[in-house]
């Protein structure tokens, strides 16, 4: 038994025990002791980066560890890390911080003419002004839309926060594919981020569109939509 067959209720277990200890916890609460007291495993995940797409560059499809500005280290392969029962139960116990309300914002932007994303670690940019009233982010969406692409194994999505933490929401040599068949297209297709926990909420926020099929065949539509949500407080 493992994968998310174990993990799940492994972690079930562990909420409900943190909610023995302290019942006035809420689900925001959980995930924030869960983030705080989760330990680093396979530390020498490094991530993949590949030498052979472009000539003479390094290309980052899975960054392993990175830390955040507000110093929380997260993974794509294991988030905030593996949960540690004892260290969350305690904190759980003892807590004090109880988060306020949840509160968010979106931004939505389209392009002027239609763009043809290069071959390249450059791609095509959004950037999102955001200044919201809260100044925690604790998790971010981004819906998106790609009007063609020859197929979205080739096309990789990347957000970055004002603080330069850089989250890789899908990456090149994905598997978006129906009955052996490679999609061309994302239509309101939603990602979500946990990777800036913590970090400041107000700044540029930039949204990167990569081919890395040496086709020059992806193009991003002015019908297009890009829609960026911070939830935080």
């Known amino acids: 038994m493992n994968g998310t067959s174990s993990a799940a209720p492994n972690l079930a277990g562990v909420v409900a025990l943190m909610l023995e200890a302290n019942s006035k916890l ?12 989760a330990k680093k495993v396979d530390s020498n995940n490094s991530g993949v980066t590949r030498t052979d797409i472009i000539t003479n560059t390094n290309v980052v499809l899975d960054q392993g560890w990175i830390k955040n500005a507000a110093g929380f280290w997260f993974s ?19 807590y004090t911080e109880y988060l306020p309300d949840v509160q968010s914002v979106s931004a939505s932007l389209k392009y002027v003419s ?17 200044s919201p009233t809260f100044t925690k ?6 819906k998106v839309n790609v009007g063609a692409s020859l197929a979205l194994t080739c096309n990789q999505i990347e957000l970055t926060s004002p603080a330069g933490t850089k ?24 990602f979500l981020s946990n990777a800036f926990y913590g970090e400041s909420s107000s ?6 569109f990569l081919d890395l099929c040496g086709s020059t065949y992806t193009t991003i539509y002015t019908t297009d939509t ?4 911070i939830y935080g407080r």
């Open 226 to 229: 890009q829609t960026l949500q």
């Open 137 to 142: 982010v604790e998790q971010v969406t981004v």
């Open 167 to 190: 989250s890789i929401l899908m990456n090149a040599g994905n598997g978006f594919h129906s009955g052996g068949y490679y999609q061309t297209s994302l239509v309101n297709v939603k």
């Open 26 to 37: 809420s689900y925001r609460d959980v995930k924030h002791i869960l983030a705080k007291t």
């Open 203 to 208: 700044g540029d926020w930039i949204l990167r």
């Open 76 to 94: 794509n392969w294991y988030g905030f890390g593996a949960v540690d029962a004892e260290a969350a139960v305690l904190m759980a116990k003892n």
């Open 114 to 130: 239609n763009q043809t994303l290069p071959f390249s670690t450059t791609g095509k940019t959004f950037t999102f002004k955001m």
